[in-house]
């Protein structure tokens, strides 16, 4: 039967890039710095028994010190993909791989600049 691995990953994400990182923020919208998930899309299965498939999403590191600190952040972020694993008896992780990274900066009158590092992720599941 075909689950979706979306509560899966975001789970995995959640658990892997919080874990240990004091002073690092997860999700939210107001403390800095912080690392954001975010734009998942599930793809189609991969293989003809539909149990591997890709899930992509930007992992978003947020910083209002400098480029180089969102990029040290993106740096330490896939350091811990290595790591990517959830409680769940439905899916495990079978690899990951970056894709795209973009770096923005945002400036607007009421705040300090951000510092953004977009890094796209194709992560590849397998439901067991």
């Known amino acids: 039967m075909y689950k979706s691995a979306y509560k899966f990953i975001a789970e995995a994400l959640r658990t892997t890039l919080s874990a240990g990182r004091t002073g690092i ?3 939210g919208t107001a403390a800095y710095p912080r690392v954001e ?5 599930e793809n189609p ?13 930007i992992v978003e590191s947020i910083s209002i ?9 993106n740096a330490d972020n896939l350091a811990l993909l290595g790591d ?3 409680a769940d008896t ?3 992780v079978i690899g990951t791989v970056p ?4 770096e923005i900066p945002e400036t607007s009158d009421t ?8 890094q796209s992720i194709d992560i590849y599941v397998q439901q067991l």
């Open 25 to 27: 923020y997860f999700g």
């Open 37 to 41: 998930c975010h734009t998942f899309i």
């Open 45 to 57: 299965p991969q293989d003809k028994g539909d149990s591997v498939r890709v899930v992509s999403v």
């Open 65 to 73: 010190k400098s480029a180089a600190d969102a990029a040290q952040m």
């Open 84 to 86: 990517l694993s959830a």
């Open 90 to 92: 439905d899916f495990k």
């Open 99 to 102: 894709t795209q990274l973009q």
């Open 111 to 118: 705040q300090k600049i951000l510092y953004r590092v977009l």
